[in-house]
């Protein structure tokens, strides 16, 4: 998954327990599929559009432990 978030997010922001991926267009899907099946624990489930995705995080929390996580993948880290 490190991969496709390094070559596939542009941006992302968390809003309390939610954070808001942008992708280029058409690649938010396929995304939103990987990080389901990858089953990290800090998310409840996502929601896809055409170049964004709804991370659905359990509580603030896990939403600033997967915002850390984001940016570490996001920067090649």
Known sequence: ???????????????DGLI?????PG????LAV???RTKMPEVAGTLAGDDTILLVCRGIENAIVMEQKLTTMVKGV
């Open 20 to 24: 808001v991926v942008r992708t280029d």
């Open 27 to 30: 690649q938010a899907n396929g």
């Open 1 to 15: 998954m490190r991969k496709a978030v390094t070559s596939l997010v542009r941006s992302f922001e968390r809003v």
């Open 34 to 36: 990987l990080m389901d």
